[in-house]
């Protein structure tokens, strides 16, 4: 976002800067005009060439790995050409692991999102004490995910956990959350929450700060409802700060890692690959099985379903920015 | 003015103590370093520059004292210790570093399980033979960090001769004699003993299970055979062929009758751990550092006790090595460290201190060694209980390129068969193949 906007910028003011330079001449004055005319770009600069070093590098290098043989320790071997690719598109864990991805993904990204909405409509409201609640809901992200995954692992350990003693206790059958597909991403779909929930909370809180608070009132003169004030004034008004949120947690949830290998004591996935993500698979085939070429072909296909995934996110954002100025135009010709 | 004065003779009076204790500190390991440090210029003359030895390790080696030791006899040489949360970041680490060619340790450990891996790229280490470990260890043992040309890459660490952990109390409750010498005689020499001693416990109806899962019981299998999973000549996967040595082995394990005996638990789970302090199963493969890993799960039970017995004949599992990557900056006194941590006499100090049982020779049968009692199992005498297991281990199974990515496998398939109860055993098999398939 800001690296589209950074040249604009300097378009008019370099712009309005060759006028006057036509007048007078000397070294010193070109220098000024590099200045304004370089200098924005050279402050950027740093971030793009660590994103050529440590991003864009890495991304082409891949994709050489990917049509190799290419062992872990023995490196380079033949050119394959897309080998890797079929062999990993006929792959049945592969197609697992998208699945798995998916599911945990869903299972993540909604709940903490509507939960961290009605989260930060609370701690919006006037509440004793606020920055303790506040702060309070960023307590877990803080804790390192290897202690979050040593509490859930008590939680949710097949015999002995938390849950399934209380279960056992009433009476209900006990819940196989290491051997049953769904059972198990819920469990590191409540991990993830856990930790991110009050992350997006505190987003979502400070959007809603800012939307201006006579429009409240006018509600209110209104007889709208706090119900009615959240869906109609405060929903819409976080829409760019939703899809903000929204695809942070997208990309966060496709390449989602730690906790699905914190789940168990192997991190792989379960032992008929129940919660094996794409992430993890790539793991797998890289350092189990030491065969970087279908890691990296893996990883290049996950990247593009990153890329569609994001597409998607901007055709949506698109058509919700657009419809956020209609209602506004309605709004003011309802005001007026 | 006196606000000022009194500022100033605190900040003096404090700089002055601080300068006293840093003076006292260096005089005193000054004093203490100087005899020591002649004592070993005779034997290390060439080196006194300064050296930092970094020895990357996991779990529980045993060597901070040792380390400190080692310091005080070699004043110039600083050692640091690396150690990795989890054995398999351990791994990682070390097939990063081979694969990128650089040395971050001086000392890398390495679990057995890995050494056919590190095998395949011997020139990455140094050659560590020399005259004074020429007989340290056993034939098995050495073989294990033997190149198929000679080459030592690796000193032997600990070993883990196979015997077998049983509750006193679980015994007595189905009626069958509970002391060390008539459980051994119980169990037998055979896998075929031990099961049927299974089913005799099983049909008291205790409630407990005979074992703790079958993924445990394949482990100390494996490594009775001669190849498990690949030809020893070719390094050919030989794990689904018609002659396959662990079929035999997947179906016994996985047959109704040995799995009517099973806890249905999964080796390191957290249901695992818990399962030690209750009554969940009799018995229990029992490599030395199992019996810390027992002692830690389930402190205040009392009954446990071991049997100086391995059905299938003696075996051993796991063990590690302490590799020295060639291109170090100090490799020769990172050789010279390893040899001194792998020395017997140095390896049952480990042993006493905390119960990791060597693999040289000379060590276990050291009177520290196998004069070693545990309280924790009833008083057994541990150390010449695994002194006895480890006599007569022959030989290690071979152990190929693909091993530790066809064991993860077959692994995953007991787990389907006996935990998670997915899978009937022939469809897990299955499984199995495809996961072994995709490893070529």
Same mark, same amino acid.
Request: glycine share 12%; proline share 0%; charged share 35%.
């Given at each position: 976002m800001t690296s589209t906007q950074t040249p604009q910028f300097a378009g008019p003011t370099s712009g309005e800067d060759g006028d006057r330079q036509q007048r007078r001449v000397g070294f010193s004055q070109k220098l000024g005009r590099w200045d304004v005319k370089l200098s924005p770009y050279l402050y950027i600069s740093p971030f793009f060439i660590l994103f050529l070093v440590v991003g864009l590098f890495p991304l082409l290098y891949t994709a050489f790995v990917s049509i190799h043989d290419w062992d872990l320790i023995k490196g380079q071997g033949d050119s394959v050409g897309l080998k890797n690719y079929d062999w990993v598109l006929h792959s049945e864990t592969f197609w697992k692991s998208v699945r798995n991805t998916f599911s945990i993904f869903l299972l993540s990204s909604v709940p903490q999102i509507i939960i961290a909405l009605v989260l930060a409509a609370i701690l919006d409201a006037n509440l004793r004490a606020k920055t303790f609640w506040r702060m309070g809901v960023l307590v877990p992200y803080v804790v390192a995910p290897v202690a979050v995954s040593l509490i859930f692992g008590q939680l949710f350990a097949d015999q002995s956990g938390t849950i399934n003693q209380i279960l056992t206790n009433l009476g209900l059958p006990t819940i196989g959350w290491h051997a049953d597909v769904l059972p198990s991403h819920i469990a590191i779909a409540s991990m993830v929450n856990f930790r991110w929930t009050g992350y997006n909370t505190l987003i979502l809180l400070a959007a809603m700060q800012a939307i201006p608070r006579d429009l409240y009132e006018a509600a209110i003169i209104d007889g709208a409802t706090r119900v009615r004030q959240f869906f109609s004034i405060t929903i819409p008004m976080l829409r760019p700060t939703m899809i903000f949120v929204i695809i942070t947690s997208t990309i966060g949830g496709l390449q989602i890692f730690d906790e699905p290998r914190l789940f168990d004591q192997d991190g792989r996935g379960g032992a008929d690959g129940q919660y094996l993500t794409v992430t993890n698979y790539i793991y797998q085939l890289g350092w189990t099985n030491r065969n970087f070429g279908r890691a990296s072909a893996v990883a290049w296909i996950l990247f593009l379903i990153i890329l569609v995934i994001a597409l998607i996110n901007l055709m949506i954002t698109r058509r919700i920015a657009s419809d956020q100025s209609a209602g506004e135009k309605k709004r003011k010709k309802v005001r007026a | 003015m006196r606000k000022t004065t009194r500022k100033f003779l605190a900040v003096t009076a404090g700089v002055a103590s601080i300068a006293l204790l840093a003076s006292a500190c260096s005089s005193d390991s000054n004093s203490s370093d100087d005899p020591s440090s002649s004592a070993s210029s005779s034997e290390s003359a060439a080196s006194t520059e300064k050296i930092t030895l970094k020895v990357a390790t996991f779990n529980e080696f045993g060597y901070k004292d040792l380390y400190k030791e080692y310091m005080s006899l070699h004043p110039n040489i600083t050692i640091v210790d690396d150690k990795a949360a989890k054995s398999d970041d351990a791994r990682a680490a070390v097939q990063t570093a081979i694969g990128a060619d650089t040395v971050k340790d001086d000392i890398i450990a390495a679990d057995s399980d890995w050494m056919p891996e590190l095998l395949e790229t011997p020139d990455y280490f140094l050659d560590l033979a020399s005259d004074t470990v020429k007989d340290r260890w056993p034939a098995w043992k050495s073989a294990l960090s033997t190149t198929a040309d000679g080459k030592l890459i690796g000193y032997g660490t600990d070993a883990g001769p196979e015997a077998i952990c049983y509750r006193k109390d679980l015994f007595e409750k189905a009626g069958l004699a509970s002391d060390r010498e008539s459980v051994a005689k119980a169990i037998g020499t055979s896998w075929d003993d031990y099961f049927a001693l299974g089913e005799k416990f099983m049909s #008291? #109806?205790?409630? !407990? !299970?005979?074992?703790?899962s079958i993924g445990a019981l394949s482990q100390g299998m494996v490594n009775q055979l001669d190849a498990p999973f690949e030809n020893p000549e070719t390094d050919e996967i030989t794990a689904l062929d018609a002659d396959s040595q662990i079929k035999p082995v997947y179906d016994l394990l996985t047959s109704d009758k040995v799995l009517a005996q099973s806890a249905h638990l999964q080796q390191w789970t957290p249901d695992w751990n818990a399962a030690f302090a209750k009554d969940a199963f009799a018995t229990q493969l029992c490599p030395p550092w199992m019996t810390q890993i027992i002692t830690g799960n389930a402190p205040d039970q009392k009954n446990w006790d071991v049997a100086d017995v391995m059905p299938g004949g003696a075996s051993n599992w796991g063990g590690s090595f302490l590799l020295v990557p060639a291109k170090g900056k100090n490799a020769d006194a990172a050789k010279a460290l390893a040899d001194w941590l792998t020395d017997p006499v140095q390896t049952a100090k480990i042993f006493v201190q905390y119960g990791n049982f060597p693999s040289q020779t000379a060590a276990t049968t050291d009177p520290s060694v196998t004069g070693k009692t545990d309280a924790y199992f009833g008083g057994a005498p541990t150390g010449q209980i695994f002194s006895n297991r480890f006599a007569p281990i022959e030989k290690q199974p071979y152990r190929g390129s693909h091993y530790f990515a066809i064991n993860q496998a077959l692994g995953d398939a007991y787990t389907r068969v006996d935990v998670t109860k997915s899978d009937s055993a022939a469809d897990s098999w299955k499984k199995f193949e495809t996961a072994v398939k995709d490893l070529g």
């Open positions: - | #008291k #109806k205790t409630g !407990a !299970a005979w074992f703790d």
